[in-house]
């Protein structure tokens, strides 16, 4: 009985995602149901919010100077939370030497989490677009033009990016790929619930319409691409929107299981506004949110259900967990059994803390992010997502 049990739950477990996943290649294939405008270049400003970017601020000013979008529409503002590394002097002096491109520093007297900041820069933004642009992240050169170049089709009030980790370290690499083919494939559907701040464009008149950035649960750029979405609007991430994020050299674990937490919140607080979702989002939405907050927690009880049962004599019980432990070794495979552990460890963890002020990890990466950009700019017209397993 317990192995039964267990078996079924098993099943379930990997039957959904891999079926949701086998619809999304189907979608993959689609082309692009969005009428792009190169010529629509509204003034659009870039937020980024900082908190100790000493080390990436000036790459970062420097890799948006070099996008190729019409600098006199381009409004940034560095929205800074108190820093103590002299972040927000190194980003004035930048200003300075470029007066050419519009640089706002915004310093709070005491750190108060990214979405405050945001929120507080919004009110300051004159662009008709909004985009936020993480500091420890790298746009490809075309990046910000062909987002806002899908936010002139007027169903669309959203558009975020591709990420690529900057180095390849661990299992990071080939989760992104699932997730990225995963993200664009739930675009071209019609909308994808999980959005990045690395790049994430919004039209202004959408984002205050949901009331800004939520300031109670992590996941800013996700749960306000959400909320666009569940009022009608498109929120998409493109294949040709390309960013490349910084991977910590250390504390890994604790960002990959800070970052689940708030998804986890994010798909807690949609819960309830699934059924109420627009036709072609519902699925979609329903679909992750079970992913997000139930699926995992039928792995863990498939394992417990099995260990039972072997303990109490199961051979069958046995061998199956025996083949999941020898699966382990390939790596799409581990990849997602890891994935599992770190929803359900960020669902635990929530109960005790929402992580909305985090800790700084070290993401410093030499010369690597060079390397990376150089891949990015040289694949930006058909990115690499293949080869992607769940
Ligand atoms: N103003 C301000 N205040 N900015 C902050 C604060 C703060 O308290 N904390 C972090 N930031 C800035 C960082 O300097 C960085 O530019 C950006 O916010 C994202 O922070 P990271 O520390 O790089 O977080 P991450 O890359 O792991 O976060 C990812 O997940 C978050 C939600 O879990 C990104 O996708 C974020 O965009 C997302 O908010
Ligand atoms: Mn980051």
Not at 204 to 211: I, K, N, P, T, Y
Not at 251 to 257: D, F, K, L, P, S
Request: aromatic fraction near 8%; glycine fraction near 6%.
């Amino acid at each position: 009985m317990l192995f039964e049990l267990g078996l079924a739950l098993a099943a379930l477990h990997f039957a959904v995602p891999l079926g949701y996943y086998a619809a999304a290649k189907r979608w993959l294939r689609r082309s692009w149901d969005i009428r792009e405008d190169v010529r629509y270049t509204p003034r659009v400003t870039v937020i980024i919010p900082t908190y100790n970017e000493a080390e990436n601020i000036v790459r970062r000013l420097e890799n948006l100077l070099a996008q190729d979008y019409p600098r006199d529409r381009l409004e940034v503002i560095v929205a800074d939370g108190a820093s103590t590394d002299g972040t927000p002097e190194i980003a004035e002096r930048w200003a300075r030497e470029h007066p050419d491109v519009k640089v706002a520093v915004l310093r709070e007297e005491r750190r108060d989490g990214k979405a405050k900041s945001l929120n507080r820069a919004l009110r300051l933004a004159s662009g008709e677009v909004v985009v936020i642009a993480d500091a420890d992240a790298l746009w490809a050169p075309d990046a910000l033009r062909r987002a806002v170049a899908k936010l002139a089709d007027p169903s669309v009030g959203a558009v975020s990016c591709v990420k690529k980790p900057m180095e390849a370290r661990g299992i990071e690499d080939g989760y992104r790929g699932y997730y990225n083919a995963l993200r664009v494939a739930e675009s071209k559907a019609w909308s994808t619930p999980i959005f990045h701040g690395e790049l994430a464009a919004f039209r202004r008149d959408a984002l205050e319409a949901v009331g800004g950035f939520p300031t109670d649960i992590g996941a800013d750029d996700s749960h306000t691409a959400t909320l666009i979405a569940l009022k009608g609007l498109r929120a998409v991430v493109a294949d040709d929107v390309l960013c490349a994020e910084a991977v910590p050299r250390r504390g890994y674990h604790a960002w990959r299981v800070r970052r689940a937490q708030h998804l986890v919140q994010h798909f807690a607080r949609i819960l309830p506004a699934v059924p109420k979702a627009p036709r072609r989002f519902k699925p979609i939405l329903a679909i992750e949110t079970y992913l997000h907050l139930a699926n995992p927690w039928l792995f863990l009880a498939a394992i417990a259900l099995l260990a039972a049962s072997a303990l109490a004599g199961s051979l069958a019980a046995a061998g199956v967990l025996a083949l999941g432990a020898a699966l382990l070794a390939y790596k799409p495979y581990r990849t997602w059994a890891v994935a599992q552990a770190y929803l359900a460890t960020a669902a635990v963890r929530n109960l005790w803390t929402k992580e909305e002020v985090w800790r700084k990890q070290d993401k410093s990466n030499g010369h690597a992010a060079d390397g990376a950009m150089i891949q990015i700019s040289a694949t930006s017209d058909k990115p690499a997502l293949k080869g992607a397993e769940p």
